[in-house]
């Protein structure tokens, strides 16, 4: 079925439309941003959706507005898993490529793809050699090399979400290429799913990155991995860290709690006061658990939430997708000071507490 | 203008309908429990909404149903701050009475009324005298023993939210009475609002009794009392202390982010595999700031929310309301096995690292 936000809208009108939004999406009249007309010619050539919106902030009287363009991007994978890795490889390469170049004429400074975005989702295989040509370096992996020259070329800040190889470990990792096309530093996953017949940990570690915040030339981001979503600590801590921006590269099916995904990174974003992406794959992937052949279909759905609880609409939930969100980052320290969430946040308090808590329930 | 959620029922049908719900309740179709015909009669006598809904879990093989059936309860003042206070108080006693009597008729076994229930939500008059006789014991204030008798009557568990006056201090504490009419315990208020004009730390002090979890007879509950619920780590502890159930007596104002109302306790719900309870006052109260008269307008919108991620309609936002919710605490379990959220938290590396920002942001 086509995505319910868009059916909501033609249903809706007037007064109604605007308290539907209001309650919604956080805000009665959703900004839409003008995109170029060669963007739109692209856009339908190379068959993906292009959305874009923007969030406002109130003017200031020190602070300049702070505006800059953030880029998310869902794809599906192009050959099937019986084409050899390369060919697989490549053909994302060439399906990103010219999302990214609108990206850039739409003047997008950060840009994130989904989680191991030039791969297929494997992790539910119980296979691990079939896909361990994928796992690549994060600092020299064909990745890297293939967006860093896209980055350099267009300014742009490029958040990669891949399979990492390091010292004979695999790692759900991702790195961020700085604007001159340099590796600026990776996140590795710090929470692993056991869902089901879904078990990431047979795959990879948990991340020892810690929660790091990357000082990009145009704001301080942070990437959360999928699952990871879930976990309040794991957002507070970007926070606690600087972040503005956080990211969050998933993979995820309509199975698996569709919908929490409107409410968990929207949720994040009002308690941390900063910009939260949410990014998920679309299309059927095919894969074999021993002689049984089956399919995983993620449901898309990619869309921003500001730090005053509003958020823009989805991206489609199976079409290739390019939304553009133009945000000020200066509305992260407005809310801070309206809503004081972090002044009252009594950490030291909870910090004493989890360790007491830990401690009462271990018994020896 | 009406309540959004009933509007897009009549808007919406068939398979558009179940999509909806399905991302925006998180249930394709909506249960509600039949309730007696003179709870109806009684609710249009006594000019109040009556709602009622069931959430399901899956059978086991060991353990047997564990079904309960919750009340919540908003309401408006019934005089203006004019008259004396014990007549305000005794006004608004006569109107929750045929109130709980109804969910006692319709079995409800564990009951929560708004924060500070028994008066006015006065905290921003800037005058604290004025209120003091407001102010009450909880063991055995009015409010106490007004709902003792009613709680032993019916077997119910009460969750009453006061002014507490203890030892010179005003608290904002939900006193929880047991299903014989007995003080079980109290909880103050953990993180005190300071928005705009509205400043909650001069009337009382930050609770000092951090996460209590009530093991009483029906369940173990636990409360989150109203800006409470911005504080993901708050949630969080009274998890970590075995709460099933988490009620959050609000009274909240659209301009203080109404759009957050339905994301935040049901993130919770979520993010802890329990149920919270939502609750916030109806209708528009007048006070005093200096010489100027002003209003405030609280938008009830009530509901219940499921750790599977589901969650009731609200309640009216402008009728006094029951919400009763059968549910059943076997899914609190069921959810934790089948997403791991607990298991995969990793809380010894959050306290280490939330104890390390804090002393690097301390410069001396």
Redesign the interface.
Known sequence: ?EN?EN??KQ??SG??LK??N??????EVIKELEVNETSKVRSKENNFTLAAYSFSASKEEIRKPNKVRLGLIQHSIVYTTDNTIPDQRQAIFDKIRPIIEVAASEGVRILCLQETWPMPFFLCTKEKKKWADFAESAIDGPSTLFLSKLAKKYEMVIVSPILESDGGVWWNTAVVIDEEGNYLGKHRK???????SFSETAYYA?GNT??PVFKTKYANIAVNMC?GR????N???FA??GAQIVFNPSATIAEF????W???A??AA??NSYFTCSINRVGTEEFTVGNETKTRTYYGSSYVSAPD??RTPCLSNEKDGLLVAEIDLNLCRQVKD????R??????M??K???E??ENKIVY
């Open positions: 079925m319910i059916i909501l249903r809706l007064a109604q308290e539907f209001r309650i919604y999406y956080g805000t710090n929470h692993l799913p056991s869902v089901g948990p810690g929660h699952y879930h976990h309040a600590l957002w507070l801590m606690e860290n709690g569709q919908s929490f409107g409410v968990e929207r949720n009002i308690a609880g509003s309206k809503w004081g969430f002044m009252t946040a009594r950490l030291d909870y910090a507490e989890i360790n808590s830990l």
